[in-house]
């Protein structure tokens, strides 16, 4: 098991920048594959960006070139450059163990145009 809790949030100009934060109740080094989930108003819920136990990172085409998703021992970031109107949505945490999802309560990004 782990405990998510997602930090970081708010709301932010177009072409603005912010960073979340997820901190972990166990060493990400014991996690299988840390990522990041949005739910935009009216949509269904989009991946992101995920960084697996041995670094690699993957990124959904929208955001590439803009999120960063990075880690220390407890922590995985995403840096968020560049937002656009369209980044506005509710933002998760999730981790995967042993073919199990966890999921952290959510924090809301709000892009003004």
């Known amino acids: 098991q782990v405990q998510l809790v997602v930090t970081g949030g708010g709301v ?3 072409g603005g920048s ?5 901190a972990t109740s166990r060493s990400i080094s014991s996690i299988d594959a840390m990522a990041w989930y949005r739910h935009p108003p009216v949509k269904q ?3 992101v960006a995920t ?6 990172t993957h990124y959904v085409d929208s955001v590439k070139g803009r999120f960063t998703i990075s880690r220390d021992k ?3 970031y995403l840096q968020l450059n560049i ?3 369209e980044d506005t949505a509710l933002y998760f945490c999730n ?3 042993l073919g199990t999802d966890y999921w952290s309560q959510g924090t809301q990004v709000t892009v003004s145009s």
């Open 12 to 14: 932010v100009q177009t």
């Open 83 to 85: 937002l656009e109107p």
């Open 51 to 56: 960084i697996s136990r041995d670094g690699t």
């Open 18 to 22: 912010l960073r979340l934060s997820c």
């Open 45 to 47: 819920l989009e991946w």
């Open 74 to 76: 407890n922590t995985v």
């Open 95 to 97: 981790a995967q163990i």
